[in-house]
Protein backbone atom coordinates (compact mmCIF):
# COMPACT_ATOMS: atom_id res chain seq x y z
CA UNK A 1 0.00 0.00 0.00
CA UNK A 2 1.49 3.49 -0.64
CA UNK A 3 0.39 6.81 -2.36
CA UNK A 4 0.09 8.03 -5.72
CA UNK A 5 1.26 11.28 -6.82
CA UNK A 6 -0.78 12.83 -9.82
CA UNK A 7 1.64 15.53 -10.27
CA UNK A 8 4.73 13.29 -9.58
CA UNK A 9 7.84 14.89 -8.95
CA UNK A 10 11.57 13.83 -8.39
CA UNK A 11 11.86 15.61 -4.93
CA UNK A 12 9.02 14.56 -3.33
CA UNK A 13 9.14 10.53 -1.58
CA UNK A 14 6.31 8.36 -0.88
CA UNK A 15 6.86 5.72 1.64
CA UNK A 16 4.60 2.90 2.66
CA UNK A 17 1.88 3.11 4.88
CA UNK A 18 1.23 2.36 8.03
CA UNK A 19 -1.51 1.23 10.32
CA UNK A 20 -2.35 4.59 12.10
CA UNK A 21 0.27 4.39 15.26
CA UNK A 22 -1.61 4.99 19.13
CA UNK A 23 1.02 7.64 19.95
CA UNK A 24 1.20 9.58 17.04
CA UNK A 25 3.60 12.57 18.66
CA UNK A 26 6.08 10.00 19.23
CA UNK A 27 5.59 8.79 15.55
CA UNK A 28 5.91 12.48 14.07
CA UNK A 29 9.33 12.90 16.67
CA UNK A 30 10.83 9.68 15.04
CA UNK A 31 9.86 11.00 11.12
CA UNK A 32 11.02 14.40 12.07
CA UNK A 33 14.52 13.48 13.45
CA UNK A 34 15.68 10.40 11.37
CA UNK A 35 18.40 10.58 8.65
CA UNK A 36 20.14 13.48 10.91
CA UNK A 37 23.72 13.74 10.60
CA UNK A 38 25.62 14.68 13.99
CA UNK A 39 25.39 18.19 14.72
CA UNK A 40 22.07 18.73 12.95
CA UNK A 41 18.92 19.43 14.52
CA UNK A 42 15.24 19.92 13.36
CA UNK A 43 13.24 23.21 13.38
CA UNK A 44 9.37 22.99 12.77
CA UNK A 45 9.02 26.62 11.45
CA UNK A 46 5.51 25.94 10.02
CA UNK A 47 2.77 23.38 10.30
CA UNK A 48 -0.89 23.58 9.07
CA UNK A 49 -3.93 21.37 8.41
CA UNK A 50 -5.11 21.07 4.52
CA UNK A 51 -6.66 18.76 2.10
CA UNK A 52 -5.42 17.13 -0.75
CA UNK A 53 -6.79 17.88 -4.06
CA UNK A 54 -9.22 15.16 -3.55
CA UNK A 55 -9.94 15.92 -0.04
CA UNK A 56 -7.74 13.86 2.14
CA UNK A 57 -6.35 15.11 5.24
CA UNK A 58 -3.02 15.98 5.48
CA UNK A 59 -0.76 17.60 8.70
CA UNK A 60 1.73 19.65 6.43
CA UNK A 61 5.17 20.53 8.07
CA UNK A 62 7.93 22.94 7.02
CA UNK A 63 10.64 22.08 8.80
CA UNK A 64 14.13 23.48 8.48
CA UNK A 65 17.50 21.16 9.18
CA UNK A 66 19.56 23.04 11.06
CA UNK A 67 23.51 23.06 11.92
CA UNK A 68 25.46 25.39 13.78
CA UNK A 69 22.30 27.67 13.39
CA UNK A 70 22.54 27.47 9.92
CA UNK A 71 19.67 26.35 7.85
CA UNK A 72 20.86 23.31 5.59
CA UNK A 73 17.83 21.89 4.15
CA UNK A 74 14.23 23.26 3.87
CA UNK A 75 11.54 20.39 3.80
CA UNK A 76 8.31 19.57 4.08
CA UNK A 77 6.80 16.55 5.76
CA UNK A 78 2.84 15.16 4.97
CA UNK A 79 1.11 12.98 6.85
CA UNK A 80 -1.63 12.13 4.85
CA UNK A 81 -4.72 9.81 6.92
CA UNK A 82 -6.13 7.11 4.95
CA UNK A 83 -9.30 6.26 6.90
CA UNK A 84 -7.03 3.85 9.16
CA UNK A 85 -3.47 4.60 7.55
CA UNK A 86 -1.22 6.66 7.52
CA UNK A 87 1.07 7.94 4.36
CA UNK A 88 4.02 9.69 5.12
CA UNK A 89 5.52 11.91 1.92
CA UNK A 90 8.92 14.09 2.29
CA UNK A 91 9.46 16.51 -0.19
CA UNK A 92 12.83 18.07 -0.70
CA UNK A 93 11.90 22.30 -0.54
CA UNK A 94 9.28 24.19 0.11
CA UNK A 95 8.32 25.72 -3.21
CA UNK A 96 4.88 25.64 -5.34
CA UNK A 97 6.17 22.42 -6.93
CA UNK A 98 6.49 20.52 -4.33
CA UNK A 99 3.15 21.39 -2.41
CA UNK A 100 1.59 20.63 -5.48
CA UNK A 101 3.11 17.44 -5.78
CA UNK A 102 2.58 16.80 -2.26
CA UNK A 103 -1.53 17.48 -2.43
CA UNK A 104 -2.07 15.39 -5.66
CA UNK A 105 -1.32 12.34 -3.24
CA UNK A 106 -3.91 9.51 -2.84
CA UNK A 107 -4.23 5.66 -1.31
CA UNK A 108 -2.90 3.05 -3.51
CA UNK A 109 -4.15 0.24 -1.07
CA UNK A 110 -3.99 -2.82 -3.33
CA UNK A 111 -1.07 -5.46 -2.25
CA UNK A 112 -0.34 -8.57 -2.30
CA UNK A 113 -2.92 -9.50 0.43
CA UNK A 114 -6.46 -10.44 -0.43
CA UNK A 115 -8.74 -7.97 0.16
CA UNK A 116 -12.10 -10.58 -0.48
CA UNK A 117 -12.52 -13.55 -1.83
CA UNK A 118 -12.47 -12.38 -5.64
CA UNK A 119 -9.15 -11.43 -5.13
CA UNK A 120 -8.31 -15.39 -4.95
CA UNK A 121 -11.49 -17.20 -6.78
CA UNK A 122 -11.97 -14.53 -8.76
CA UNK A 123 -10.02 -15.57 -11.87
CA UNK A 124 -11.74 -18.93 -11.60
CA UNK A 125 -15.20 -17.13 -11.41
CA UNK A 126 -14.51 -15.57 -14.64
CA UNK A 127 -13.16 -18.47 -16.26
CA UNK B 1 -7.02 -32.78 7.43
CA UNK B 2 -6.55 -34.77 4.41
CA UNK B 3 -7.24 -38.78 3.67
CA UNK B 4 -3.95 -40.93 3.68
CA UNK B 5 -2.72 -42.27 0.37
CA UNK B 6 -2.93 -45.99 0.21
CA UNK B 7 0.82 -46.90 -1.42
CA UNK B 8 2.27 -43.48 -0.81
CA UNK B 9 4.79 -42.99 2.07
CA UNK B 10 3.83 -40.04 4.23
CA UNK B 11 6.58 -37.72 5.88
CA UNK B 12 4.86 -35.22 8.29
CA UNK B 13 8.00 -32.45 8.57
CA UNK B 14 7.62 -29.04 10.63
CA UNK B 15 4.33 -27.31 8.92
CA UNK B 16 3.68 -29.70 6.23
CA UNK B 17 2.65 -33.32 5.34
CA UNK B 18 4.48 -34.79 1.92
CA UNK B 19 2.99 -37.80 0.28
CA UNK B 20 6.01 -39.15 -1.63
CA UNK B 21 4.24 -42.15 -4.66
CA UNK B 22 5.50 -45.78 -4.57
CA UNK B 23 7.33 -44.99 -7.38
CA UNK B 24 9.51 -42.56 -5.32
CA UNK B 25 10.71 -39.48 -5.41
CA UNK B 26 12.10 -38.81 -9.04
CA UNK B 27 8.44 -39.33 -9.64
CA UNK B 28 6.94 -36.71 -8.16
CA UNK B 29 5.23 -35.77 -4.72
CA UNK B 30 2.40 -34.24 -2.89
CA UNK B 31 2.82 -31.50 0.00
CA UNK B 32 -0.12 -30.40 2.54
CA UNK B 33 -0.12 -27.54 4.00
CA UNK B 34 -3.09 -26.31 6.57
CA UNK B 35 -3.92 -22.86 8.02
CA UNK B 36 -1.20 -21.02 6.27
CA UNK B 37 -1.03 -17.33 6.49
CA UNK B 38 -2.21 -14.85 5.58
CA UNK B 39 -4.47 -15.18 2.41
CA UNK B 40 -2.69 -13.66 -0.94
CA UNK B 41 -4.09 -13.05 -4.15
CA UNK B 42 -4.29 -15.82 -6.28
CA UNK B 43 -1.37 -14.88 -8.08
CA UNK B 44 1.04 -14.02 -4.76
CA UNK B 45 -0.42 -17.16 -3.84
CA UNK B 46 0.85 -19.13 -6.80
CA UNK B 47 4.35 -16.72 -6.58
CA UNK B 48 4.81 -18.26 -3.07
CA UNK B 49 4.10 -21.98 -3.78
CA UNK B 50 6.44 -22.12 -6.62
CA UNK B 51 9.24 -19.69 -5.03
CA UNK B 52 12.42 -21.76 -4.73
CA UNK B 53 11.41 -24.04 -6.78
CA UNK B 54 13.12 -24.65 -10.36
CA UNK B 55 12.16 -22.01 -12.73
CA UNK B 56 9.60 -23.43 -15.27
CA UNK B 57 10.73 -22.60 -18.37
CA UNK B 58 7.64 -21.88 -21.53
CA UNK B 59 5.57 -22.29 -18.88
CA UNK B 60 1.78 -22.84 -19.68
CA UNK B 61 -1.19 -22.19 -16.93
CA UNK B 62 -4.67 -24.10 -17.45
CA UNK B 63 -7.79 -22.40 -16.88
CA UNK B 64 -8.52 -21.74 -12.73
CA UNK B 65 -10.95 -24.04 -11.65
CA UNK B 66 -13.33 -23.22 -8.74
CA UNK B 67 -14.19 -26.06 -6.35
CA UNK B 68 -16.07 -26.87 -3.00
CA UNK B 69 -14.58 -29.06 -0.69
CA UNK B 70 -17.35 -31.72 1.18
CA UNK B 71 -17.52 -29.37 3.89
CA UNK B 72 -18.43 -26.50 1.55
CA UNK B 73 -15.50 -24.67 1.71
CA UNK B 74 -14.35 -22.76 -1.60
CA UNK B 75 -11.25 -23.48 -3.44
CA UNK B 76 -9.87 -22.74 -6.53
CA UNK B 77 -7.25 -25.39 -8.61
CA UNK B 78 -4.89 -24.73 -11.06
CA UNK B 79 -2.19 -26.83 -13.15
CA UNK B 80 0.82 -25.18 -14.26
CA UNK B 81 3.19 -27.52 -16.86
CA UNK B 82 6.53 -25.99 -18.21
CA UNK B 83 10.02 -27.53 -18.64
CA UNK B 84 12.85 -27.77 -16.20
CA UNK B 85 16.46 -29.13 -16.21
CA UNK B 86 15.34 -30.32 -19.65
CA UNK B 87 12.63 -32.18 -18.35
CA UNK B 88 8.80 -31.98 -18.19
CA UNK B 89 6.99 -30.92 -14.56
CA UNK B 90 3.60 -30.13 -13.65
CA UNK B 91 2.41 -28.01 -10.75
CA UNK B 92 -1.02 -28.76 -9.37
CA UNK B 93 -1.84 -26.73 -7.25
CA UNK B 94 -5.11 -27.01 -5.21
CA UNK B 95 -6.28 -24.11 -2.17
CA UNK B 96 -8.90 -24.47 0.32
CA UNK B 97 -9.76 -20.73 0.99
CA UNK B 98 -10.70 -19.87 4.65
CA UNK B 99 -11.80 -16.65 6.20
CA UNK B 100 -7.73 -15.17 7.37
CA UNK B 101 -5.91 -18.81 6.18
CA UNK B 102 -5.68 -21.35 3.43
CA UNK B 103 -4.98 -24.91 2.92
CA UNK B 104 -2.73 -26.06 0.08
CA UNK B 105 -2.44 -29.30 -1.57
CA UNK B 106 1.04 -28.76 -3.98
CA UNK B 107 1.57 -31.97 -6.24
CA UNK B 108 4.75 -31.49 -8.09
CA UNK B 109 5.33 -34.49 -10.85
CA UNK B 110 8.32 -34.97 -13.27
CA UNK B 111 7.01 -38.20 -15.41
CA UNK B 112 4.58 -37.45 -17.98
CA UNK B 113 3.08 -40.72 -17.75
CA UNK B 114 1.52 -39.81 -14.45
CA UNK B 115 0.84 -36.09 -14.85
CA UNK B 116 -2.83 -36.83 -15.06
CA UNK B 117 -2.70 -38.60 -12.18
CA UNK B 118 -1.12 -36.12 -9.81
CA UNK B 119 -3.48 -33.86 -11.06
CA UNK B 120 -6.36 -36.08 -10.03
CA UNK B 121 -5.08 -36.77 -6.73
CA UNK B 122 -4.55 -33.40 -5.82
CA UNK B 123 -8.19 -32.26 -6.65
CA UNK B 124 -9.58 -35.15 -4.79
CA UNK B 125 -7.31 -34.62 -1.34
CA UNK B 126 -8.30 -30.93 -1.68
CA UNK B 127 -11.75 -31.80 -1.97
CA UNK B 128 -11.65 -33.86 1.14
CA UNK B 129 -9.72 -31.41 2.88
CA UNK B 130 -11.50 -31.49 6.70
CA UNK B 131 -11.05 -28.21 8.53
CA UNK B 132 -13.95 -28.92 10.22
CA UNK B 133 -14.89 -25.24 11.23
CA UNK B 134 -18.60 -25.39 12.12
CA UNK B 135 -21.41 -23.20 11.81
CA UNK B 136 -19.39 -19.40 11.40
CA UNK B 137 -19.14 -15.65 9.78
CA UNK B 138 -17.89 -16.00 6.60
CA UNK B 139 -16.32 -13.88 3.63
CA UNK B 140 -19.09 -13.51 0.15
CA UNK B 141 -18.11 -14.35 -3.11
CA UNK B 142 -18.90 -11.28 -4.99
CA UNK B 143 -18.13 -9.13 -8.03
CA UNK B 144 -16.07 -6.20 -6.80
CA UNK B 145 -16.86 -2.35 -8.01
CA UNK B 146 -15.06 -1.74 -10.85
CA UNK B 147 -11.91 0.65 -10.22
CA UNK B 148 -12.81 0.83 -6.44
CA UNK B 149 -10.15 0.59 -4.39
CA UNK B 150 -10.52 -1.86 -1.60
CA UNK B 151 -9.74 -1.67 2.25
CA UNK B 152 -10.50 -4.91 3.84
CA UNK B 153 -11.17 -4.66 7.93
CA UNK B 154 -11.14 -7.94 9.35
CA UNK B 155 -13.57 -9.93 7.11
CA UNK B 156 -15.34 -6.63 6.05
CA UNK B 157 -14.61 -4.81 3.27
CA UNK B 158 -14.81 -1.01 2.55
CA UNK B 159 -14.69 0.06 -0.92
CA UNK B 160 -14.25 3.46 -1.95
CA UNK B 161 -14.06 4.89 -5.19
CA UNK B 162 -10.77 6.24 -6.71
CA UNK B 163 -11.96 10.29 -6.53
CA UNK B 164 -13.03 9.51 -2.69
CA UNK B 165 -13.06 11.99 -0.47
CA UNK B 166 -14.58 14.15 -3.01
CA UNK B 167 -17.14 11.57 -4.10
CA UNK B 168 -18.01 10.51 -0.34
CA UNK B 169 -18.92 7.33 -1.11
CA UNK B 170 -18.47 3.56 -0.01
CA UNK B 171 -19.80 -0.08 -0.46
CA UNK B 172 -19.00 -2.23 2.66
CA UNK B 173 -19.70 -6.06 2.40
CA UNK B 174 -19.75 -7.62 5.67
CA UNK B 175 -19.46 -11.19 6.32
CA UNK B 176 -22.20 -13.50 5.67
CA UNK B 177 -24.25 -14.50 8.55
CA UNK B 178 -25.58 -18.06 9.40
CA UNK B 179 -28.64 -18.56 9.84
CA UNK B 180 -31.56 -16.64 8.07
CA UNK B 181 -31.63 -13.14 9.98
CA UNK B 182 -34.60 -11.11 9.59
CA UNK B 183 -33.72 -7.98 7.22
CA UNK B 184 -34.92 -5.78 10.00
CA UNK B 185 -32.97 -7.27 12.54
CA UNK B 186 -29.72 -6.50 10.89
CA UNK B 187 -30.90 -2.95 10.09
CA UNK B 188 -31.69 -2.58 13.33
CA UNK B 189 -28.26 -3.74 14.49
CA UNK B 190 -26.40 -1.62 12.43
CA UNK B 191 -28.28 1.47 13.59
CA UNK B 192 -27.54 0.89 16.93
CA UNK B 193 -24.08 0.65 16.25
CA UNK B 194 -24.29 4.20 13.90
CA UNK B 195 -25.36 5.92 16.52
CA UNK B 196 -22.85 5.02 18.54
CA UNK B 197 -20.75 6.62 16.98
CA UNK B 198 -22.90 9.51 16.43
CA UNK B 199 -25.28 8.91 13.18
CA UNK B 200 -28.56 10.41 13.19
CA UNK B 201 -31.40 8.94 11.59
CA UNK B 202 -33.81 11.08 10.06
CA UNK B 203 -35.57 8.64 7.74
CA UNK B 204 -35.69 4.70 7.06
CA UNK B 205 -38.02 3.26 4.66
CA UNK B 206 -37.85 -0.24 2.96
CA UNK B 207 -36.85 0.11 -1.20
CA UNK B 208 -37.77 -2.21 -3.75
CA UNK B 209 -35.82 -5.82 -3.78
CA UNK B 210 -32.68 -5.45 -5.41
CA UNK B 211 -31.56 -8.31 -8.03
CA UNK B 212 -30.00 -11.11 -6.98
CA UNK B 213 -28.66 -14.54 -8.15
CA UNK B 214 -30.95 -16.98 -8.15
CA UNK B 215 -31.21 -18.89 -5.34
CA UNK B 216 -30.82 -15.67 -2.80
CA UNK B 217 -33.85 -13.29 -1.56
CA UNK B 218 -33.50 -9.83 -1.30
CA UNK B 219 -34.28 -7.00 0.64
CA UNK B 220 -33.39 -3.18 0.84
CA UNK B 221 -33.70 -0.58 3.37
CA UNK B 222 -32.94 3.52 2.37
CA UNK B 223 -31.45 5.22 5.98
CA UNK B 224 -31.59 8.71 5.58
CA UNK B 225 -29.32 10.48 8.39
CA UNK B 226 -26.62 13.19 9.48
CA UNK B 227 -22.97 12.44 10.80
CA UNK B 228 -21.23 15.41 11.46
CA UNK B 229 -22.16 18.24 9.24
CA UNK B 230 -22.91 15.88 6.00
CA UNK B 231 -26.19 14.01 5.17
CA UNK B 232 -25.88 10.67 4.65
CA UNK B 233 -28.02 8.00 2.25
CA UNK B 234 -27.65 4.32 3.07
CA UNK B 235 -28.94 1.83 1.34
CA UNK B 236 -28.74 -1.64 3.25
CA UNK B 237 -29.18 -4.76 0.92
CA UNK B 238 -29.77 -8.44 2.82
CA UNK B 239 -29.58 -11.33 1.08
CA UNK B 240 -30.37 -14.49 1.76
CA UNK B 241 -30.56 -18.15 0.88
CA UNK B 242 -31.82 -19.91 4.26
CA UNK B 243 -28.48 -21.24 5.13
CA UNK B 244 -26.67 -18.03 5.12
CA UNK B 245 -27.32 -13.82 5.28
CA UNK B 246 -25.39 -11.87 3.30
CA UNK B 247 -25.81 -7.84 4.14
CA UNK B 248 -24.39 -5.07 2.48
CA UNK B 249 -23.84 -1.55 2.57
CA UNK B 250 -23.86 1.79 0.45
CA UNK B 251 -23.26 4.78 2.34
CA UNK B 252 -22.87 8.52 -0.10
CA UNK B 253 -22.73 12.16 1.07
CA UNK B 254 -21.83 12.82 -2.31
CA UNK B 255 -24.33 15.16 -4.83
CA UNK B 256 -27.62 13.11 -6.12
CA UNK B 257 -25.54 12.66 -9.62
CA UNK B 258 -22.84 10.65 -8.05
CA UNK B 259 -25.01 8.64 -5.70
CA UNK B 260 -27.43 7.98 -9.10
CA UNK B 261 -24.17 6.14 -10.16
CA UNK B 262 -23.07 4.81 -7.25
CA UNK B 263 -26.30 2.82 -6.98
CA UNK B 264 -25.90 1.32 -10.13
CA UNK B 265 -22.28 0.00 -9.34
CA UNK B 266 -23.80 -1.27 -6.02
CA UNK B 267 -27.33 -3.18 -7.36
CA UNK B 268 -24.56 -4.80 -9.63
CA UNK B 269 -22.09 -5.98 -6.76
CA UNK B 270 -25.10 -7.18 -5.07
CA UNK B 271 -26.61 -8.70 -8.05
CA UNK B 272 -23.05 -10.60 -8.41
CA UNK B 273 -22.84 -12.69 -5.11
CA UNK B 274 -22.88 -15.83 -5.29
CA UNK B 275 -24.54 -18.05 -2.68
CA UNK B 276 -22.06 -19.94 -0.48
CA UNK B 277 -22.27 -23.30 -0.20
CA UNK B 278 -24.25 -25.23 2.63
CA UNK B 279 -22.34 -27.38 4.73
CA UNK B 280 -22.26 -30.84 5.58
CA UNK B 281 -23.51 -31.43 9.00
CA UNK B 282 -21.70 -33.93 10.09
CA UNK B 283 -18.73 -33.96 13.00
CA UNK B 284 -15.33 -34.67 11.61
CA UNK B 285 -14.09 -37.92 12.69
CA UNK B 286 -11.87 -38.05 16.17
CA UNK B 287 -8.26 -36.73 15.25
CA UNK B 288 -5.76 -38.97 15.61
CA UNK B 289 -2.90 -36.74 13.59
CA UNK B 290 -3.49 -33.32 12.67
CA UNK B 291 -2.67 -33.70 9.22
CA UNK B 292 -4.76 -36.98 7.94
CA UNK B 293 -7.87 -38.72 8.64
Known amino acids: MQILFDIPSERVHGEPLVPRPEDMSAFLHGLLVRGLAPGEEVRVVGAGDVESDLGWPIALFHVNVVRRDEVVAARLLALYSFFEWVGVATADGVDEDCVAAVTSGRPDVRGRQARCLADILGPAVAS | ?293
Not at chain 2, 221 to 231: E, H, K, N, P, Q
Open chain 2, 1 to 293: MIPLLAGWRSLPAGDRLTFVPPEGNGCGRIVYRERVRPLLTFEALLAEQLAGQPTLEDAARGAPELFTTEEGEQGVAVTITGAAGGHLVRHDLAFVIVEDFYAVVHGVCFRGEHFARFGHIVRDLARHDSLGLGARRRRTLYTPPPGWQGLARGLETCWFPVDYPRNRTTITVVPASPGALAAELILEERLRLDVASGFEPREVRALDAPAAAPGLGAESFSIVGRLGDAIFVRELAVLRDGTFTYPMILDSAAPIELRIQARKVFREVVRSVVPLAARRPEIPRAIVSQWVD
